[in-house]
Nanobody
Framework: QVQLVESGGGLVQAGGSLRLSCTAS????????MGWFRQASGKEREFVAA????????AEADSAKGRFTISRDNAKNTVYLQMNSLKPEDTAVYYC???????????????WGQGTQVTVSS
């Protein structure tokens, strides 16, 4: 069992930056690939970025490329999402997820956090 807790969300102006963190409980964090997803009000959940368990491989959605960076620190059981040049359309609840493989498909992930709200004002 893995419990995930996101933090770092908040209100930021367009063009600003935020760094989200997701900390996992237990000693098995390094066994999981990790993903970030988001869900805006009234919209379906969408993939943002993913990282392999070693951190050697990453993937980002087109909307995130060049602006968002995913990274992890297995010693701290934490995965990060650095978000720069934020836009109002990035407003959403952001979720981290842990699973056996890196995927843009949310069904590939086993464990999910409770989410953290990101609001970007124009």
């Amino acid at each position: 069992q893995v419990q995930l807790v996101e933090s770092g969300g908040g209100l930021v102006q367009a063009g600003g930056s935020l760094r989200l963190s997701c900390t996992a409980s237990g000693r098995t964090f390094s066994r999981y690939d990790m993903g970030w997803f988001r869900q805006a009000s009234g919209k379906e959940r969408e993939f943002v970025a993913a990282i392999s368990r070693s951190g050697s491989s990453t993937a980002e959605a087109d909307s995130a490329k060049g602006r968002f960076t995913i990274s992890r620190d297995n010693a701290k059981n934490t995965v990060y999402l650095q978000m720069n040049s934020l836009k109002p359309e990035d407003t959403a609840v952001y979720y981290c997820a842990a699973g056996p493989r890196t995927s843009a498909d949310g069904t590939a992930y086993t464990y999910w956090g409770q989410g953290t709200q990101v609001t970007v004002s124009s």
